[in-house]
């Protein structure tokens, strides 16, 4: 399971550097435009500079609507400043067809300039509170579309988190559904240490957190902090370790 974490600002993004050992994506999001609000070009290509070169940098594109132009032009915006990982909220699409729709014009976008860049359908586990898609539609959203990962987050920062909303043997479907098209699966939505064991089981294999990584546990008034990182990182190894001695002697 790889770990994303996003940092709000250049500054949180040098706090990462400091732990980039702990982390295996940093994530360029603008919090206050929302769940997966887009920042600024020379913000993406400042924090690209910022962490190690090794390290993959992921940029969101917004809560975009069902404008497939205006969402393919901002993904092509996020991959020229230096995203490796291009993530879209298909906030405003309520069906399939509109989310594929969306998501065929950023993928050529993206494609078209950096083939090996990868693109992440991203919906919401709370999408009932919002009239988005639904949560399990967003693997074939991004099979159908030539995506490369379909992601849960949730859109509305209240306080509730991924599992309220979609349960953990309803995620384990999502993420059961996206390998079975060849996809990543990626789990986000105030997650905690408290959860790795669920997310380990289930198969995901990129979790995304800010919040438990911040200073006091609150992703809007905290900060990043570089300790808070590696915690968070050995207690993943931790249950990664449990979970593979518990498959070798089951078999």
């Given at each position: 399971m790889l770990l994303l974490i996003s940092p709000d600002s250049v500054e949180e993004a040098v706090d990462c550097a400091k732990a980039a050992e702990y982390l295996d994506i940093v994530d360029v999001k603008k919090p206050d435009e929302g769940s997966l609000g887009a920042n600024f070009p020379w913000v993406i290509r400042e924090i690209r500079e910022a962490?190690?070169?090794g390290k993959p940098v992921s940029a969101t594109v917004g809560d975009v609507p069902y404008k497939p132009g205006t969402v393919a032009q901002a993904a092509l915006g996020a991959v020229v400043s230096g995203a490796t990982y291009i993530k879209v909220g298909l906030y405003g699409c309520t069906t399939p067809?509109?989310?594929?729709?969306?998501m065929r014009a950023v993928v050529r976008a993206v494609k078209d300039y950096r083939p090996e860049a990868l693109?992440?359908?991203?919906?919401?586990?709370?999408?009932?509170?919002v009239g988005c898609v639904n949560p399990l539609a967003l693997p074939d959203i991004a099979a159908r579309s030539g995506a490369d990962a379909?992601?849960?987050?949730?859109?509305?920062?209240?306080?509730?988190?991924?599992f309220d909303h979609v349960p953990p043997d309803v995620c384990a479907e999502f993420v059961g559904l996206a390998h079975a098209s060849g996809l990543l699966a990626a789990l986000a939505g105030s997650v905690k240490q408290s959860d790795l064991a669920?997310?380990?089981r289930?198969?995901?294999?990129i979790v995304g957190v800010r919040g438990a990584v911040c200073e006091g546990g609150d992703r809007n008034a905290g900060r990043i902090q570089?300790?808070?990182?590696?915690?968070?990182?050995?207690?993943m190894d931790r249950h990664a370790r449990e979970f593979a001695a518990g498959v070798t002697l089951a078999g």
């Open positions: 962490v190690p070169a067809d509109q989310g594929i729709e969306v693109v992440v359908a991203s919906g919401y586990a709370d999408a009932h509170r379909a992601m849960l987050d949730t859109a509305i920062k209240d306080g509730s988190r991924l669920t997310l380990t289930i198969g995901t294999d570089p300790h808070l990182v590696a915690a968070f990182r050995a207690e």
